[in-house]
Nanobody, 124 residues
Framework: QWQLVESGGGLVQPGGSLRLSCVVS????????IGWFRQAPGKEREGVSC????????NYADSVKGRFTISKDTAKNTAYLQMNSLKPEDTAVYYC?????????????????WGQGTQVTVSS
């Protein structure tokens, strides 16, 4: 039974940092492309970052480049999203997702497995 469980969300002031975690069970993260997505109220879910199965190639949405960093620890079967210099517009529910392939993509429809999401609120 596969499962992705996100944690690390919360309320943070503008300019602050958060580190999201995504613990994966039921499959090996080193065989899957991992993606982070977010969905703000009234908006469509959008891709934030992704990493291929090898952990070598990554991609970021323009809105988060230079501020967010995706990583993973295959020994812990866990993916991370380090978020720095947070802005109010980063407020959303953040989801991790996985796809069995090496294809680097940030398209929602390309992913097969999803977590339940964690809320990130950036506000003073």
């Amino acid at each position: 039974q596969w499962q992705l469980v996100e944690s690390g969300g919360g309320l943070v002031q503008p300019g602050g940092s958060l580190r999201l975690s995504c613990v994966v069970s039921g499959f090996r993260l080193d065989l899957y492309t991992i993606g982070w997505f977010r969905q703000a109220p009234g908006k469509e879910r959008e891709g934030v970052s992704c990493m291929d199965s090898s952990g070598v190639d990554t991609n970021y949405a323009d809105s988060v480049k230079g501020r967010f960093t995706i990583s993973k620890d295959t020994a812990k079967n866990t993916a991370y999203l380090q978020m720095n210099s947070l802005k109010p517009e980063d407020t959303a529910v953040y989801y991790c997702a996985a796809k069995y392939s090496d294809f680097l993509t940030m398209q929602v429809d390309d992913y097969d497995y999803w977590g339940q999401g964690t809320q990130v609120t950036v506000s003073s």
